[in-house]
């Protein structure tokens, strides 16, 4: 079912939603003593929704623990989603039976962070891109063989290597192992988790580029998981932030990173060190206060308001909802409309060195 | 170069591990300096030598590793010829040093306190209570809140910023003049990342400390040292005043580095500009650049000769045959003439990678996969 080979342009934005996640919510019981009774929950995706047009990437960013990998494994129903619903292609993956469910994910599939982690070490390569195939009964043994050497010259390997072990090769190497996995399929439909964070710089962008120019032949959309905002900004069409478990800003990226709207975004991006030394003299950094709160026990009203500079009383009692700023831009915050007309980003306050001393919940400067 | 201005100096220095398949060389030669209050960038990719480099200096290379050469010059003496009682008295009290993972640094069952105040009872012979005194200092010095209450915690009860911060707080226990900080916030998420930052650079500004700052984020370079050694296999490819570094870096591989990272105030391009194929096998000690066969300007004399650094403009030295400036650049493994390089480093990498296997499909495939797959 190779989706005609559309191109992604941003044009092709127009098109159809191949995803729709509704108010998708997955909560990890904490269980404790002999009897194992449930003593708490891991609040990881908390009623997140969004969705994705085909052909785009979507990227999903946010710092360790935010819930992204969890977000992106249940939308593929590798958790089994505590509430929400999942739409893929029209079709409610959360209420789908065995059988339907993994015809459906042919159609979808991942590519794992950990290029040493996600492979079979005892079995060949060769096996390793088959076994999709084989799973779903597709084709005889000549056919599969065919079609893991076509896999593997796509992704750049040479053919003749389907024979090794994966400790034969390099983290890029693997990771291109991963994908021609991914790819065996035909999906049209993948989830990208953190694919080079693993990877040597040298080697991320081999393997970005070479997700975009599958992307652009086989006409995929993706899920792009990951921390790094470089990456998202390179790779994205849209981007969506979480935090703590919540979406709290979603737009195109040339909006996020031109006029992001919420101050967790702000705080981000200003985090992300960029590689001119002139630059970074110039910059004005603002360097948030304390540590992101654990998700067993997320703050009252808005998650991000321990270490807000802007939080008010309200943003302690009531959580914001995910609101319409304009046609394409989604934010979650009380205060975007006021802190914009006081001059968004440049609204913010300057970095005083050990600034960062101050505990989490200190009140917000004027 | 060897005048007595500088704090730190390291001529030659050399560094092996005998493995099962070979003496695998991390360090192959290496010479560079640090003045007293200067911020000295190690740059690299896994493997490059950067971390060796620094243990070497440190006298904390691991088993099988062994500092076969070189020198390392500090306080005016050459610091390999001291014995270990004497290195000791240097090592975490003039020379301290952090790591990339806090968590496997800090021993689990001792609380925080204990654990800054041991250097400081040992080294400076301090009383338990003036120790405890000076660990709640510091902690409050690296920015830890409510430092005095939670200088009985253990090292699970602390975020992963945090423990970095008593990483920080330990290798400043005792003063030093050098602080070597290898990887420091690669394990960190990018607010806690900059938050760490800060730190460092507010606290050489306060002590008055050097630093070597190693990792492979030349974004994190950029905004904290003065100036940046590029590595590559061992070797030490460039050298140059930060800005130099990033304006007008000389060696192929520094220019590869810069053109195939995307960057967060600059949109998106059509496609990043990857380095092909992959970094070399250590093991492997054929003749000529071992950039060479990623290189796009490398000319025949690379197959021949490793060069060494030369001065290519001022306070700047780099490791090249060619001068970028002016060569036109063509796909790497090919030489300039156009014809295949199946020659002899293609040759000795297969036979001498044959244990290690990793190397040499890294080495054949990936030029392949960005070349003739379409």
New interface residues.
Partial sequence: MSAAASTTTPGAQAEEEILRVDHLTMFFPIRQGILQRRTGWVQAVDDVSFSIRRGETLGLVG??GCGKSTAGRAILQLYKPTAGSVFFEGKDLTKMGTGDLRRARRHMQIVFQDPYASLNSRLTIGSIVAEPLEIHHLGDARERQRRVNELL??????PS?AS?FP????G??RQ?IGIARALALNPSFIVCDEPISAL???????V??LL??LQETYGLTYLFIA?????V???SDRVAVMYLGKIVEITS??EL?DRPLHPYTM???????????????K?R?M??T???PSPVNPPKGCRFNTRCPFAQPLCREEEPPLVQADATHQVACHLWDVIQAAGGTRALPV?S??G?????GTPPPA | MADAGHLLEVRDLRTQFSMRDGVVQAVRGVSFHVDRGEALGLVG??GCGKSVTALSIMGLVPHPGRVVGGEVWYGGRDQLKLSEAERQKIRGNEIAMIFQDPISYLNPVMTIGRQITEPLEIHRGMTHRAARKRAIELM?LV????AASRVDSYPHQY?G??RQRVMIAMALSCDPKLLIADEPTTAL???????I???L??LR?ELGMALILIT????????IVDRVNVMYAGYIVETAP??DT??DPRHPYSL???A??????Q???D??????G??PDLIDTSAGCPFQPRCPYAAPVCLEDNPTLELAAPRHWTACWVDVRNAPPHEPGEAPTGQPTAGPSAAARTTSATAT???S??A???P???GG??
Avoid at chain 1, 272 to 277: G, N, S, Y
């Fill in positions: 710092e360790s010259e796509v992704v750049g390997l040479d290597m090794r400790h034969e090769f390099s890029g190497q291109r040597d710089v040298s080697i991320q962008a081999q970005i580029n975009q120019e921390h790094d905002l470089s990456v900004r390179h790779i990226r040339r990173y705080a981000l991006l200003s985090a992300v060190p960029i590689p001119d030394p002139e630059v970074e003299r910059r950094r360097i948030l304390g540590d992101v970095v060195a050990g960062d001393t101050a505990p989490a | 990719e896994s409050e920015g830890i809140p409510a975020s910023g945090m998420d990018v607010t806690i990342q900059a938050q930052l800060e730190l650079q507010r500004a492979h984020d030349l974004g994190v370079v950029a905004g930060v800005a990033f304006r590869g580095l810069m195939s990272i995307p960057r967060l105030d949109a998106r391009g496609r990043l500009r990857p380095i092909q992959a970094p296997g990793a190397a499909p890294a054949a495939a990936a392949t996969g960005q797959s379409r």
